[in-house]
């Protein structure tokens, strides 16, 4: 009877069999970062991705303001363009430079969190879309928020983004331009107003659904032994993106 070795994260398989087992399936499924051991790299602040985020940040109260104050929609979309320009390029940058840092990885999806919570509310305020839609979705994002505050006191990282997550996001920040533009007058008011709409129940819909596998990824950490912390520089390479 062949002996039983223990994996990587705890789950014991019988020896002589595949390493392509429970464990690497269960890795598979648990999409959520080990926590980064720190190495030279991780720590910079002064970099230009950073910089780029931080200058997407400075959009946010001025974004929020130009929508309930003099109600300038048209200021208040560039504002967005500019925003959503900056959060392409701080990835690239980051890529092309080599310039990871924890705080771009933590930075980059609180902004894109931030533009979206400053457009729900406008709109909540402007009778643009129902109140329940926005506590919904900001409700998704502290629940998600605590579920990583847990995780890392079990020594994981955030959650690693996903193609879900990302699509979810942009097709949000998609939908209030549109969204905006549907409430001026005139036939492209009135071409913009389905689109708006259209996006949007599309970005709910997977933004709810995106939470939900988070979620289940969550539970699955829950169940899974604490991971060793990450040895190689790949290994602890923050991830960038929303969730």
Not at 9 to 17: F, H, I, L, W, Y
Not at 76 to 104: C, E, H, N, P
């Amino acid at each position: 009877m062949p002996g039983i070795v223990p994996c990587a994260d705890g789950v014991r398989t019988p020896r002589g069999r595949s390493p392509h087992g429970p464990c690497s399936r269960r890795r598979r499924l648990l999409h959520v970062a080990d926590a980064p051991t720190p190495h030279a790299g991780t720590d910079r602040v002064l970099t230009v991705p950073n910089l780029l985020s931080v200058l997407r940040l400075a959009g946010v109260p001025l974004f929020l303001y130009l929508l309930l104050g003099p109600r300038a929609d048209g200021w208040a979309i560039l504002v967005l363009m500019l925003g959503g320009l900056t959060d392409w390029l701080d990835g690239k940058l980051a890529r092309l430079l080599g310039q990871y840092s924890r705080l771009g990885a933590l930075l980059d999806p609180a902004v894109d969190r931030l533009y979206i919570l400053a457009a729900l509310v406008a709109l909540g305020v402007r009778e643009v879309v129902p109140w329940w839609v926005v506590l919904v979705l900001v409700a998704r994002d502290l629940v998600l928020g605590l579920c990583v505050l847990v995780l890392r006191r079990r020594g994981y990282g955030p959650f690693v983004v996903t193609y879900l997550g990302k699509a979810a996001t942009f097709q949000l920040l998609y939908a209030f331009p549109l969204l905006l533009l549907g409430q001026g007058e005139g036939w492209f008011a009135e071409l913009a107003r389905p689109f708006g709409y259209a996006f949007a129940g599309w970005g709910v819909g997977l933004y709810l659904w995106s939470g939900l596998l988070y979620l289940a990824q969550f539970v699955l950490a829950l169940r899974t032994p604490a991971p060793r912390p990450a040895t190689s520089d790949r290994e602890a390479e923050p991830h960038r993106g929303g969730l």
